[in-house]
C-alpha cells in the first residue's frame, strides 16, 4: 500500500468515531400524540417552522422521534415510556389531555412541552400559567370555553333547530369537563342538548344513527383527537344525514363540514415549537409562562349551506374570517 493512500486510510478510521459522536451527541425531541400523522400534519409543520426559528432543523442539528397513538389512549403510558428510555432532550405532548398525563407520569426531569385545550392549572399539570414550575410549560388554547359561541353560531344559522346534539368522546379524561361547559353554554344560549358518544368508528355510526333518531336540528362536535383523525368520516356522516354541524378546526370546514370556530392551532404548536428550541438552548421550562391563544377564527363554507338549503345570516357571515365558496 502506498503511502498516500495509508494516510487517507487512517484519517478515515480516525475520523469516523468523531463522525459517530457527534450523530449521537445531537439532540434527540420526542412528539407524542394522541392522534393520527395525516391530520396532524399541517401542525408538525407548524412545530417544525417554531422550531427552525430558534436555529434547529431535524435531521440537521436534531432528530424529531414520533409516537403516534391512533386515537387508542392506552398507548400513551408505554410510548411515553419509551421516547423516556430514548433519553429525549425535550418531550412534546400534542393531541388532549391525555399524551400530558402520560408525560408527566413518565418524567418529573425531562422538560416537557405540551399544546393543550383545556386549563392546565385546573388539571394539576402545572402551578400557574406565568411561573408554570417544574419540568412543563407549553400552549394552551382553552377551548372548552367557546361552546358558547359556536352553540349560539349555530342557533343564528339555523334558527328552526328546536334541539341541538353534541358528539362527544367518552374516553377523553376531559369528558365530563366537556359536557359540563357544552351544558353551561346550552343554559346560555337557550334550547335542548342530546349527548352522543363515541370513541371509534362503529359507535360514530351509531352516534349519527341515534342523531336521526332524535330529529336533533343540527350538531356541535366536541374538540377531540379522536374526531379529528376521523374528520373525513365525520363530515361525510353529517352530509349523509343532512345535518348541520359545526366543529373546532378549520380542517373539518376545508374538507366539507358547514362551519368551524375555534383556535389557532397552528400558531399554537408554532410557539411550542420555539419553547422547544429554547429549552434546546438552555432555558427552564418552570422560566417560560404558558401561551395563551388570543386568536380564534370562524370559517363557513357555503358550498356545504348551500347542499342543506341553508341560508347563512349576513349577521353570521359578516363574522366569518374566511369563506369557502
Given amino acids: 500500500m502506498k503511502r498516500r493512500e495509508l494516510i487517507r486510510l487512517l484519517g478515515g478510521v480516525a475520523a469516523w468515531p468523531l463522525a459517530a459522536r457527534a450523530q449521537q451527541q445531537m439532540p434527540i425531541i420526542g412528539f407524542l400524540c394522541s392522534a393520527s400523522p395525516a ?11 417554531g422550531l427552525k426559528e430558534t436555529g434547529y432543523v431535524d435531521g440537521r442539528n436534531v432528530t424529531i422521534e414520533f409516537r ?6 392506552d398507548r400513551l403510558p408505554a410510548m411515553a415510556a419509551d421516547l423516556v428510555r430514548r433519553k429525549v432532550a425535550v ?21 416537557i412541552v405540551f399544546t393543550l385545550g383545556t386549563d392546565p ?29 359556536r352553540l349560539g353560531l349555530l342557533r343564528d344559522t339555523v334558527p328552526t333547530a328546536t334541539s341541538i346534539a353534541a358528539l362527544e368522546n367518552p374516553k377523553n379524561p376531559n369528558s365530563a369537563g366537556v359536557t359540563n361547559s357544552i351544558e353551561d353554554a346550552a343554559r346560555t344560549v337557550g334550547g335542548q342538548v342530546h349527548f352522543l358518544h363515541a370513541s371509534n368508528e362503529h359507535e360514530l355510526d351509531a352516534a349519527f344513527a341515534a342523531l336521526a333518531r332524535l330529529r336533533a336540528g343540527a350538531l356541535l362536535v366536541a374538540s377531540d383527537p379522536f374526531f379529528s383523525a376521523q374528520r373525513n368520516h365525520v363530515v361525510a356522516l353529517a352530509a349523509r344525514h343532512a345535518v348541520p354541524a359545526i366543529y373546532e378546526e378549520r380542517q373539518f370546514a376545508t374538507v366539507g363540514g358547514l362551519m368551524s370556530y375555534g383556535a389557532n392551532f397552528g400558531e399554537s404548536y408554532r410557539q411550542a415549537g420555539i419553547y422547544t428550541g429554547r429549552i434546546l438552548k438552555g432555558e427552564k421550562p418552570s422560566d417560560l409562562p404558558v401561551v395563551q391563544s388570543t386568536k380564534f377564527e370562524l370559517v363557513i363554507n357555503l358550498r356545504t349551506a348551500k347542499a342543506l338549503g341553508l341560508e347563512v345570516p349576513p349577521g353570521v357571515s359578516a363574522q366569518a374570517d374566511d369563506i369557502i365558496e
Fill in 121 to 149: 392549572v385546573q388539571l394539576g399539570i402545572i402551578d400557574g400559567l406565568s411561573r408554570p414550575g417544574g419540568n412543563v410549560t407549553g400552549a394552551v388554547l382553552f377551548t372548552a370555553m367557546i361552546h358558547t359561541k
Fill in 91 to 111: 418531550l412534546i405532548s400534542t393531541g388532549g389531555v391525555p399524551p400530558i398525563i402520560a408525560a408527566k407520569a413518565a418524567t418529573a426531569i425531562i422538560p
Fill in 68 to 73: 403516534w397513538a391512533e386515537g387508542v389512549y
Fill in 39 to 49: 391530520p396532524w400534519a399541517h401542525f408538525v409543520a407548524a412545530f417544525r417552522a
